[in-house]
């Protein structure tokens, strides 16, 4: 049998495309070299302890402008999950900010809580939040400006006014000095102007959700298997995938191939001129951002010991400005030291989230790359690892006291981690790095530039949930319309 689509990794761009195509009568087949479906969006558990691979918070898709909206619709299951309000977008403490302040998930009220706050931007405020308006609703970008260009034309050097709208920069990039303004403007107009969610019970439920629908539509979704070669011919291509362990070959015929996993683990796949081929559609931009992500299990709930808000952007003391948010990058390339990383910590039982307790589940998140490991020594990186928790834990405790003693489980992922568990490319977990376009450079599409080969990931588009959902829509809409 020839199959419509041949599916190659079942993250949140795969499961979307392959969901909307089967729904559509085309038949499908997905490989998955993990042992479940989700790829970054998976929640499982190490022991007692639940672990959220990556949601902290997505754009409301049950709002008709969300980009997710229509699309995970057609994909048949924008109900088949509770889509949980956060409350706020986000409380950010530290860095240049004397006091904590409170980010609201609503754009009129998080407007009222910026001009109250720093009244002296009033002006800069009342602009930004017009253009968050405009850009949550586009999907058009336009024009070389970065995150940081566009805050001191709104703040001057008010760095406290930038970190408080924009210290979870780290939902895109790590650098504001880099990153391209209007990727940033719609990622937070989004949440700003349709509400921030969590998806009830974990990330795994949608990605469980899209393979059921892939099923019901008569779709195939096999896990454990790799795809370890593409051979193309004139009508389509022959896709060899075996079990983990390299045994069981098998093939599997195509008209079309659909690239959920990174663009380079891809490539791999491929003889050697579609492989040159795939990596110009790489030609010119740069792998995105790594994060750590360390899972706390506490005896009691987090906030008796004083963490406030569902997310808290904690910035470290020493960073007194919005563009030195990338120097936490590197720093676990080294001992800890003084220095700490911007921490991104979420309280998932400060809101519905049914994420199961006890142990209650406490999420540590900063920027990270892969380059701060290595791989050679199993036994020296786990033991450097384990200083760095145990240095993050240290200063969680003058933050948040007694913390510490309550931790009675805990789970660390780092770039490493990433690289090995998706095969992302370098640890990347966004696909591209959101970066303003140089000459000659457009914004990355699904199409490949080889006849029938396509992407659905970030690589397709740009990152996060809504970026992958996107361009998994996108890469169904052009085949079904071939
Ligand atoms: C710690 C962390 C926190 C995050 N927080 C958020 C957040 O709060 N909000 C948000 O919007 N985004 C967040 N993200 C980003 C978001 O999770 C990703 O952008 C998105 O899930 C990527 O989806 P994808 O479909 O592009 O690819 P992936 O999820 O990377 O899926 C690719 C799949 O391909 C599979 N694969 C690779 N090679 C092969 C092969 N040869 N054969 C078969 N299968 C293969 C992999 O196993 C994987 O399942 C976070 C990410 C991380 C890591």
């Not at 940081?148 to 408080?164: M, V, Y």
Request: net charge neutral.
């Amino acid at each position: 049998m020839t199959y419509d689509a041949v599916i190659i990794g079942a993250g949140l761009g795969g499961l979307t495309a392959a969901a909307i195509l089967a729904r559509a009568g085309r038949k499908v087949f997905v490989i998955e070299r993990n042992n479940s479906v989700g790829g970054a969006a998976s929640s499982y558990k190490v022991g007692d302890l639940f672990v959220e691979g990556s949601l902290h918070e997505t754009s409301n898709p049950h709002d008709p402008r969300d980009a997710k909206h229509d699309i995970l619709k057609r994909a048949g299951v924008l109900d088949a999950v509770t889509w949980v309000p956060t409350g706020t977008l986000f409380e950010v403490r530290g860095g240049p900010l004397t006091t904590p302040f409170v980010l609201p998930d609503d754009l009129e009220a998080a407007r009222v809580a910026l001009r109250d706050r720093f009244p002296e931007a009033r002006d800069g405020v009342a602009a930004l939040f017009a253009e968050f308006k405009v850009m949550a609703a586009s999907s058009e970008a336009a024009g070389a400006m970065t995150l940081a260009q566009r805050l001191t034309q709104a703040f001057g050097d008010n760095e406290a006014a930038k970190c408080a709208i924009a210290a979870n920069l780290w939902y895109t990039h790590d650098d504001a000095s880099a990153l391209w303004w209007p990727v940033f403007g719609r990622t937070q107009g989004a949440l700003l102007a349709h509400g921030a969610r969590f998806i009830q019970g974990g990330s795994q439920r949608l990605s469980s959700a899209l393979a059921r629908a892939v099923r019901a539509g008569g779709g195939q979704v096999v896990i454990r298997r790799i795809a370890t070669r593409i051979a193309l011919s004139d009508d389509g291509a022959t896709i060899t995938h075996s079990a983990k362990d390299g045994s069981d070959p098998q093939t599997v015929e195509t008209k079309r191939i659909i690239g959920n996993a990174g663009l380079d683990a891809l490539a791999e796949l491929l003889p050697s001129a579609p492989a040159a081929k795939l990596r110009e559609h790489a030609s010119g931009r740069q792998l995105s951002i790594s994060l750590f992500a360390m899972t706390l299990g506490l005896s009691k709930p987090p906030r008796e010991f004083g963490v406030s808000s569902y997310s808290t952007q904690l910035l470290p003391p020493w960073m007194t400005r919005l563009d030195q948010y990338a120097e936490g990058t590197s720093l676990m390339a080294h001992e800890p030291g003084e220095r700490m990383p911007p921490l991104s910590v979420v309280d998932y039982a400060a809101i519905d989230s049914a994420v199961p307790a006890p142990p209650h589940v406490l999420s540590v998140i900063g920027p990270d790359r892969l380059s701060n490991w290595s791989a050679d020594d199993m036994d020296t990186y786990r033991d450097k690892r384990g200083r760095w928790q145990d240095a993050i834990v240290r200063y969680l405790d003058q933050i948040y006291p007694g913390i510490a003693g309550a931790i009675v489980a805990s789970s660390f992922n780092t770039a490493l981690s990433v690289r090995q568990y998706l095969n992302a490319p370098n640890g990347a977990v966004y696909g591209y790095a959101p970066l303003p376009p140089s000459a000659g450079v457009v914004p990355p599409t699904p199409r490949t530039g080889i006849p029938g080969f396509y992407l659905a990931s970030n690589y397709g588009g740009t990152g996060g949930y809504t970026g992958a959902i996107a361009a998994g829509g996108a890469c169904a809409d052009i085949i079904l319309s071939e």
